[in-house]
């Protein structure tokens, strides 16, 4: 069964706009982390943002945001006011503990193009 | 943030030849370091994990005996693909975390393997 799931393969955003990247996990572990990377066409994997399953306020870096509902097992990116530059592909990531042998294990990935 | 870095970028290799590649932790102590293997349009996936002074972890499916990972000191690990063939083209990625970087996986650029 997948763990992590990235249900839009490809989105489209007009420049300054917000966008929103969906994310769901599965997982039985209560100790567990979320992750946002980047990678555009260069292919290095940029760190966006970090959840910790026991944190109780929404994650916040910058533009980024991650929209944590726990009960609903849902991670979103929120991208405010889009950038050229945000053009790239996002993967959620999700890291569990003990259960899941403390591996990072990667959805497949969302395609995000930003529009001038 | 920490910086990870991997060496070679890029490398042609021809078939039967072995290629190593570096990643190196160059601001903190990396007690835990993974690879992972990228193909085309798709997510990561984890090939490895190793932590300093121990045997790697190898994931289901993958030749230990193909890809050999050391990792040595808190600061380098190195993938050999072995005996390389064409099936072992791919973008390798390292990544990294430790110290005060315990909660989240930095990345190498990555390498891209051709085999001739």
């Known amino acids: 069964a997948q763990k992590i799931t990235q249900t839009q393969p490809g989105m489209f955003v007009q420049e300054k706009e917000a966008v929103t990247l969906d994310c769901t996990y599965d997982?039985?572990?209560?100790?567990?982390?979320l992750f946002w990377y980047k990678q555009p066409s260069s292919g290095e994997m940029i760190f966006l943002i970090y959840q910790g399953s026991y944190d109780q306020q929404n994650a916040t870096e910058g533009r980024y945001s991650l929209n944590f509902q726990k009960a609903r097992k849902s991670a979103n990116l929120v991208i405010s006011a889009s950038q050229l530059g945000d053009s790239a592909m996002y993967f959620c990531?999700?890291?569990?503990?003990?259960?899941?042998?403390?591996?990072?294990?990667f959805g497949a990935g969302t395609r995000l193009f930003v529009k001038a | 943030g920490a910086v990870v870095s991997q060496h070679p970028s890029w490398v042609i290799c021809k078939s039967g030849t072995s290629v190593k590649i570096e990643c190196r932790s160059l601001?903190?102590?990396?007690?835990?370091m993974f690879w992972y293997r990228q193909f085309p349009k798709q997510s990561l996936m984890l090939m490895a994990t190793?932590?300093?002074?121990?045997?790697?972890?190898?994931e289901q499916g993958v030749e230990k005996d193909k890809f050999l990972i050391n990792h040595a000191s808190l600061t380098l690990s190195t993938l050999t693909v072995t005996s390389a063939h064409p099936e072992d083209s791919s973008f390798y990625i390292c990544?990294?975390?430790?110290?005060?970087?315990?909660?989240?996986?930095?990345f190498g650029a990555g390498t891209r393997l051709s085999v001739l």
């Open positions: 990531a999700m890291r569990e503990g003990r259960t899941g042998g403390f591996k990072t294990i």
């Open positions: 997982t039985s572990d209560p100790s567990y982390g």
């Open positions: 990544s990294a975390r430790g110290g005060q970087h315990e909660n989240i996986q930095y």
């Open positions: 601001d903190f102590q990396a007690t835990t």
């Open positions: 190793s932590n300093e002074g121990s045997k790697a972890t190898y």
